[in-house]
């Protein structure tokens, strides 16, 4: 369900509100902050202001709200929300009720960043409390959309979720926001909620709307995904023909604002509505392009690792050419000073020939690094995607061999949409570790559990348990994260195939100087000393990539008593 994501681009949004009244000087103080990266400086720069001079109340409230955005991008989740408190404490005390309302709602963003929406719900129904007393209804029309939002999500009690975002578009068309990208986003969570409870005649019109909507506000990106929207709508009305019509719309723009996520939605959409309308040979050419827009973003992603590393390269050989023409006019210049004694110009020969054997060393190591990181990369890359696309491929394969004899693809669709799925999802979370030049231990595993869960859901049986203790900052080059990565995600995929059930654990620890990851489980175990020899490979690549990063491995397993992995750096 997209609901959450839309809310929070609301909250995030939202979370800029300021007064109406703010002075222009401050606008433009807000705007260099907000575009300020630096948030630990900002913060500092707006306390330091405040402290030193008098603002209005509209202006206040305009710079403690950037204090509350900075403080939430460096997710710094209790300092943000003793910052709310305390406004929240003081705006009632001088009897600011805007103030009080705004900062109600701001602690419920903050909550619902962290996550924990039951707290969230709370605060923003204290900020409608009061906003309703005193008539803030723009506040008003954020907070009824928010709590509708996130009742959505949670699929229970949707009929106060239909009432709030009704509540949110009659304040919309008060507040003169309902032709905005926001008012628009009412509705078209409103017709999500009505395709949710099986009103898809009710969807379908609001989904119209919003489209509408979009194309006067010539928002490119909602058209796009509110046409997929109205899509899916149209195939469970059976009105395929059409469904198709507005599924190639989708795809037109999708590739026109070079959205890959958009463009293959709409692709499988509409090879879905041909399977539906029983034209099988459209649906195939479809899964054709999917299939070839998959290995375009392999080959695009790998070319431009590999064109990365040769810059650096280069630049690096710019560098010490620039640093050898500098100290070799140098070092003429000293020749020439000291032509008259030989013994000197001997010195300099020497010298001279020493720092070319060691300048072609370094040209040479150099040279040899970005070899072996282009090697590192392409083995990687091949090693983790090369089997996802032969899967792939085989599943093209079957889905032909299926067309060719006029037999059902259907199920057969559906294996290769998930194999697609698992290949986007691994490139995009290689190319997240490879972009990131140093990243935190704790980063790190939020991301591994994200993958955990993600896996899991194949395994419904078996429970997942977290436990993870960071304290000092403990910090993991690309290549170290990524060895570590498909240790753990060789680990996950072992204790899900192997153990029989039970349940999983993943357990994180980092201080100043260590750092360790245990994947163990509470399955059948094994002897470690008689594994067949497969399943010995498998083990001897964990190792191999443990050491590549000097790291250990621990494997400890029993029949009857699980099995634990456990990596140190």
């Known amino acids: 369900m997209r609901a959450l994501r839309l809310l929070y681009l609301l909250v995030f949004l939202t979370t800029l509100h300021g007064a109406h009244a703010q002075s222009k000087g401050v606008q433009q103080q807000v705007e260099q902050f907000e575009n300020n990266n630096d948030h630990e400086v900002v913060i500092k720069q707006i306390n330091a202001t405040l402290s030193?001079?008098?603002?209005s109340p509209e202006d206040k409230l305009a710079l403690q709200i950037v204090v509350i955005h900075k403080f939430q991008e460096l997710k710094q989740w209790d300092k943000c929300l003793a910052y709310c408190q305390q406004q929240i404490a003081e705006a009632h005390r001088q009897n600011d009720g805007y103030a009080e309302a705004s900062f109600y709602k701001l602690l419920g963003n903050t909550y619902y960043h962290i996550p924990d929406?039951?707290?969230?719900?709370?605060?923003?129904?204290?900020?409608?409390?009061?906003?309703?007393?005193?008539?803030?209804?723009?506040l008003l029309e954020q907070c009824y959309h928010n709590i509708g939002a996130i009742i959505l999500e949670s699929g229970s009690n949707l009929p106060e979720a239909e009432r709030n975002f009704q509540k949110s578009i009659e304040l919309s068309i008060l507040n003169k926001t309902d032709t905005t990208q926001l008012g628009n986003l009412h509705y078209r969570l409103l017709a999500t909620l009505y395709e949710v409870t099986g009103r898809v005649e009710k969807a379908g019109e609001l989904y119209t709307k919003v489209i509408a909507k979009a194309r006067l506000l010539n928002d490119s990106l909602r058209i796009a995904e509110a046409l997929m929207f109205y899509a899916k709508v149209l195939v469970k009305e059976?009105?395929?023909?059409?469904?198709?019509?507005?599924g190639k719309e989708a795809l037109?723009?999708?590739?026109?604002?070079?959205?890959?996520?958009?463009e293959q939605t709409a692709l499988d959409l509409l090879a879905e509505s041909y399977v539906f309308a029983g034209n099988y040979k459209e649906a195939y050419q479809y899964?054709?392009?999917?299939?070839?827009?998959?290995?375009?973003?392999?080959?695009?992603?790998?070319?431009?690792?590999?064109?990365?590393?040769?810059?650096?390269?280069?630049?690096?050989?710019?560098?010490?050419?620039?640093?050898?023409?500098?100290?070799?006019?140098?070092?003429?210049?000293?020749?020439?000073l000291v032509a008259f004694t030989g013994l000197l110009l001997l010195l300099a020969v020497v010298f001279y020939s020493l720092y070319q054997r060691r300048s072609t060393r370094q040209k040479l190591a150099i040279q040899q690094q970005v070899q072996d990181e282009k090697e590192r990369l392409s083995r990687d890359l091949h090693d983790n995607l090369g089997s996802q696309m032969a899967l792939l491929s085989n599943n093209i394969e079957t889905l032909d061999m299926?067309?060719?004899?006029?037999?059902?693809?259907?199920?057969?669709?559906?294996?290769?949409?998930?194999?697609s799925r698992q290949l986007l999802q691994t490139l995009r979370e290689t190319i997240w570790i490879l972009n990131q030049e140093q990243l935190s231990a704790a980063d790190f595993f939020d991301k591994l559990v994200d993958y955990t869960h993600r896996y899991l859901q194949a395994y419904p049986g078996m429970p997942l348990r977290i436990e993870e203790e960071f304290g000092e900052t403990f910090t993991?080059?690309?290549?170290?994260?990524?060895?570590?990565?498909?240790?753990?995600?060789?680990?996950?995929?072992?204790?899900?195939?192997?153990?029989?059930?039970?349940?999983?654990?993943?357990?994180?620890?980092?201080?100043?100087?260590?750092?360790?990851?245990?994947?163990?489980?509470?399955?059948?175990?094994?002897?470690?000393?008689?594994?067949?020899?497969?399943?010995?490979?498998?083990?001897?690549?964990?190792?191999?990539r443990a050491e590549s990063i000097g790291a250990s491995l621990t494997l400890t397993s029993k029949p009857g008593a699980g099995t634990s992995v456990t990596v140190r750096l």
């Open 52 to 55: 030193a001079q008098q603002f």
């Open 117 to 138: 929406p039951a707290r969230a719900l709370e605060y923003w129904r204290k900020c409608i409390a009061i906003s309703e007393t005193s008539g803030y209804t723009v």
């Open 238 to 246: 059976k009105k395929f023909d059409k469904a198709i019509q507005v």
């Open 252 to 262: 037109l723009i999708s590739g026109r604002i070079r959205k890959l996520d958009m």
């Open 287 to 336: 899964m054709k392009q999917t299939n070839a827009s998959f290995k375009n973003r392999f080959n695009t992603d790998l070319n431009q690792k590999i064109s990365e590393a040769e810059a650096k390269f280069k630049t690096a050989e710019t560098e010490h050419e620039k640093n050898l023409a500098l100290l070799k006019a140098k070092k003429e210049k000293q020749v020439y």
């Open 402 to 419: 299926q067309f060719r004899k006029q037999q059902p693809i259907a199920d057969h669709m559906d294996a290769l949409k998930g194999s």
């Open 476 to 544: 993991l080059s690309s290549q170290q994260a990524l060895q570590l990565f498909r240790i753990c995600q060789e680990a996950v995929t072992n204790a899900c195939k192997y153990a029989g059930g039970g349940e999983l654990w993943v357990k994180g620890h980092a201080d100043g100087n260590r750092c360790s990851i245990t994947i163990a489980d509470s399955g059948s175990g094994f002897d470690p000393d008689n594994l067949p020899g497969n399943e010995q490979y498998g083990l001897r690549n964990m190792r191999q």
